[in-house]
């Protein structure tokens, strides 16, 4: 199978072959047919499987064909890392006539009123951002006829959907809606088919919440206090390349990356409260290997694609199941593998069940003595579902020289 084959002109293939992409992956080779014809789509994937260009390579086929002018296609996306990344992707694919443009909160408006006064064709853009452009009237989506909701269940995790309803009020009702995420619930599809309407097509390519394969998955169980000694070790034992860490508070992976800089890790941090600019240079860093680890919350769980990022790390185990599908997904990218650690204490083991029931994947729990960790034995699981009584095996100790 090639991308000719899925109905791709030969500009836009050549344009694919020019980037190393030869063979369309699963996801591409079943949603690019259908967004061509015009089709609602829901489609779900793992992540690093090419989601970005399987809308993106129809819809700027159909634009070169229609040859319509001004902005007709709306990217909706969860964080400005993600927005960004579709944007270089666009520029990447896009002929030179067909325009991108981004509009994300933390940059400067006058450079984004400008690229939509000079007839951006494709508009990427976070919810925030978009709704103050749309309220001081620079903005007319009247003429949108594609909506695409890229990792839309993040955006309604992050409490966007009364902006995605705004929005997508403003926009024809005949119009095209694509659904493109990495996992996908029950409740997120409901919402979903809320704002899409009509009879959607399902590409669904891997089970809905599923890690990667090419990720191998560990749980080291820790002590609370031993958290940082245990992430120290690892570090000085473990083979990385390039390393991201999550954390559940923007202060906490302030306090991190500060640790891991004054113990000579080259690192650096990505969070809510951090610049536009600041975020820019910490990614580019972390691309060009400056910096060896890199320190975030979850606004970057769908915002990287780097492809060798070999470790990812829950320094915090996430609340929310389905971004830990989105931490790891960083890692194992394009085929390579990857490795993904949870530093797991006992009060986190509840929110790493509901992650195994999501996912249907256990994952191996570890114990290096001395960092306090704890192991539930059979019985002990018997007892969580209702059994005999709870027992457990404990490994104290002091922290290790």
Sequence with gaps: MSFKDLGLQSSLTARCE????????PIQEQAIPLVLDGKDVI???????????????????????????????LVLSPTRELANQTDA????????????ASIIGGAGYKHQIDAIRRGANIIVATPGRLMDFMEQGMLNLSKIDTLVLDEADRMLDMGFLPAIKRISKEIPSNRQTLFFSATLSNEIERIALSVMGGDPQYVEISTRGKAATTIEQTAYSVGHEYKMPLLLELLDKEDFDRVLIFTRTKRGADRLAHILEKRDHKSNRIHGDRSQSQREAALRGFKTGKTRVLVATDVAARGIDIDSVSHVINYDVPVVPEDYVHRIGRTGRA?????????????????MRAIEKLTGQAVERTLLPGFGGQVFTAPAMAARKGGPARSFRSYGGRRRK
């Design 18 to 25: 020019s980037l190393g992409f030869v063979t369309p992956t």
């Design 43 to 73: 489609a779900t994937a793992e992540t690093g499987t090419g989601k970005t260009a399987a809308f993106l390579l129809p819809i700027l086929q159909r634009l070169e064909v229609s040859g319509k002018k001004g902005s007709t296609v």
């Design 89 to 100: 992707a666009c520029r990447q694919l896009a002929p030179k006539h067909i325009r991108c």
């Design 335 to 351: 085929g390579n593998k990857g490795r993904a650690i949870t530093l797991l204490t006992t009060a986190e083991e509840h929110s």
